[in-house]
């Protein structure tokens, strides 16, 4: 009986890791806009992951829904599009600084990183919405 009751704590406490852990990945997955509290449904996926500490030239990038495209605005600070990663017809956009970039490096503490979006055929000023969301850097 009493190496039952032990088996029963160790699956149990095994099923509770599990289940945190699935919880962190999607949760990590989605995160929030910090202004709004919810990610709209154009933005699939999204890195660094609200809240988290990244390195100073850590590739910072965001997937928005096929037949998308976008601005990444670091800081205030909209980033040249001949200075990021895109595929259009994807809609995946990355920025990694470096030297003669928009900035060489993320100083340390906390960052905004903001992500507009329009249909990929549409003109580059155009703005159909937004989605921001806050990282550190160490």
């Known amino acids: 009986r009493l190496r039952f009751l032990q088996l029963a704590l160790v699956a149990s406490l095994l099923g509770g ?3 945190a852990s699935v919880v962190r990945l999607r949760t990590a997955d989605t995160g929030i806009d ?13 890195s660094p992951i609200p809240g988290s500490t990244v390195r100073p030239q850590e590739t910072v990038s965001v997937d928005l829904r096929d037949g998308l495209t976008g601005d990444l605005i670091i800081d205030g600070v909209i980033i040249p599009v001949d200075q990021t990663d895109q595929i259009p ?18 100083g340390p503490g ?16 155009q703005v159909d919405g937004s989605f921001s969301w806050t990282f550190g850097v160490a």
């Open 17 to 19: 890791i599990v289940i």
């Open 34 to 46: 910090s202004q709004t509290g919810v990610v709209p449904s154009e933005v699939e996926r999204f």
């Open 89 to 106: 017809e994807l809609g995946t956009i990355a920025f990694r600084p470096g030297p003669d970039r928009e900035c060489e490096t993320f």
């Open 110 to 125: 906390q960052h905004e990183m903001t992500v507009r979006w329009r249909p990929v055929q549409a003109p580059p000023d």
